[in-house]
């Protein structure tokens, strides 16, 4: 056994009845705590970027793989004999569907494809600009004298306004019993709110140089001048589509004074009206009057790919924008 030494200091023992103080933590532990947040926060961050940046290119490239598919499948030239179709969807205005350059672009196409025996628009439009169906009224006449080809318009549930504007350059035109056609006419629409400005109190501040170039301004009063001058403009632009219309329909139009007062009719009352040539879908024409019942399409199609690439692209933006503005400011 070993001896006991008594040179040994004691151990240590906790006074009974004295409390320990607790672990005091460093004053800076919460500034740490935060900076460790926020570092995390900085790093999920960048991960979700990393993560959106892979998709936006995924869908570009699938974009532009659809594209190049789409014009492969619809516009390659056949040499079999088939029926040309181009479809006049939606508003005709700028950068819609039915746009001038769209529709001539496939027109073109359509017309110079040795194998389409005629050309069938196949309308659903409430019109548009005056401008637009213009450029292409022009345009298929003057594809049809050049490679003397018909032409027929095919409308289905409408074919209004500009749309009909349109399809006056078919040699004929065929519709359902039930189709909307006519409503040929212009308008000019707007607001004004000088009544209720004057109510709120509030004064419009308009400086021009040149007296009618606040002309249709929605908050000042509309001057008897101005409003002549736009209604002889009005009627001007009426008068060249009632000449595009005679000239289109020739002698089977039968006038009355209703005809272009901007009324529509159903397709029974516009064969009856001259406004229309016969019954009949798209089956039927390519069936029965082109023969030829092959039908290819012409129309450039609405690229969904490219359309969410877009959205993608205005959405990653807008978090680039909302993530900057939320960066640190020295001032």
């Not at 040795?114 to 292409?136: E, K, T």
């Not at 318009?153 to 350059?169: D, F, K, L, R």
Request: aromatic share 8%.
């Amino acid at each position: 056994m070993t001896p006991p030494n008594d040179d040994l200091p004691p151990p240590l023992q906790e006074p009974v009845g004295v409390p320990v103080p607790p672990v005091v933590a460093p004053a800076h532990e919460p500034l740490l705590a935060e900076l460790a947040r926020e570092f995390l926060r900085e790093r999920r961050a960048e991960r979700r970027w990393r993560i959106a940046f892979r998709l936006f290119w995924l869908v570009v490239l699938a974009s532009i793989v659809y594209t190049l598919w789409t014009q492969g499948r619809h516009v390659a030239p056949s040499t079999t004999p088939h029926t040309a179709l181009v479809e006049v969807r939606g508003e005709i205005a700028v950068d819609t569907e039915a746009s001038a350059e769209l529709l001539l672009a496939a027109l073109k196409d359509a017309f110079k494809d040795d194998g389409a025996q005629a050309v069938v628009l196949r309308i659903n439009s409430p019109g548009g600009s005056p401008v637009q169906a213009g450029i292409v009224y022009d345009e298929i006449n003057r594809l049809k004298k050049q490679y003397d080809k018909p032409v027929y318009a095919v409308v289905e549930e409408m074919c209004a306004s500009g749309a009909y504007y349109i399809a006056a350059a078919a040699d004929e035109i065929y519709v359902d019993k039930a189709s909307i056609v006519g409503s040929i006419g212009v308008l000019m629409d707007g607001f004004g709110f000088t009544g209720l400005m004057d109510k709120l109190g509030v004064e419009r501040r308009l400086l021009t140089a040149g007296e009618n170039k606040g002309m249709l301004d929605p908050f000042s009063p509309l001057q008897p001048k101005q409003r002549a001058y736009a209604q002889a403009m009005l009627d001007q632009i009426h008068a060249q589509f009632i000449a595009v219309v005679r000239e289109g329909r020739g002698k089977r139009l039968k006038e009355t004074p209703e005809m272009f007062s901007g009324l529509f009719w159903n397709g029974e009352q516009a064969v009856t009206m001259g406004l229309a040539d016969h019954f009949g879908n798209l089956d039927y024409v390519a069936r029965e009057v082109v023969k030829a019942e092959d039908v290819i399409d012409y129309t450039p199609k609405d690229n969904v790919a490219e359309r969410l690439a877009k959205r993608f692209g205005a959405a990653m933006g807008a978090g680039a924008v909302k993530a900057l503005r939320a960066l640190p400011v020295v001032r």
